[in-house]
């Protein structure tokens, strides 16, 4: 599965962003999507999740009501709106898919549960 993401760029604190993410080959064999990012010196972490078939959505706390995470299963996209945005929220985000829709023993947003991963869109965010 290759991933690409778009949309990124800079925002003032308070603005929104719309991620977009094009899954293109073998997609039939994905089970689920999320966005990931990392800020400079930071681990990779994971934002939110949503499951294939089900629609289903998990978000890391922090996102949580800001954040809406939704696909489009005919055209391939995955989309992150992104809204009332702080510096805090400045960090390279990926798009990544995973083949299982569950890992037992590992959180849904654990970055070894996805298989494939896009290269990354920036966010900047301006006070």
């Known amino acids: 599965v290759q991933l690409v993401e778009s949309g990124g760029g800079s925002v003032q604190a308070g603005g929104s962003l719309r991620l977009t993410c094009t899954a293109s080959g073998d997609t039939s064999a994905i089970a689920a999507m999320a966005w990931f990012r990392q800020a400079p010196g930071k681990k990779r972490e994971g934002v939110a999740r949503?499951?294939?078939?089900?629609?289903?959505?998990t978000y890391a706390d922090s996102m949580k009501g800001r954040f809406t995470i939704s696909q489009d299963n005919v055209k391939n996209t995955l989309t992150l709106e992104m809204n009332s945005l702080t510096p805090e929220d400045a960090a390279t985000y990926y798009c990544?898919?995973?083949?299982?829709?569950?890992?037992?023993?590992?959180?849904?947003?654990?970055?070894?549960?996805?298989?494939?991963w896009g290269q990354g869109t920036q966010v900047t965010v301006s006070t």
């Open positions: 949503i499951r294939k078939t089900t629609g289903v959505t």
């Open positions: 990544a898919s995973s083949s299982r829709p569950v890992v037992s023993g590992m959180s849904l947003l654990a970055t070894a549960a996805y298989d494939d």
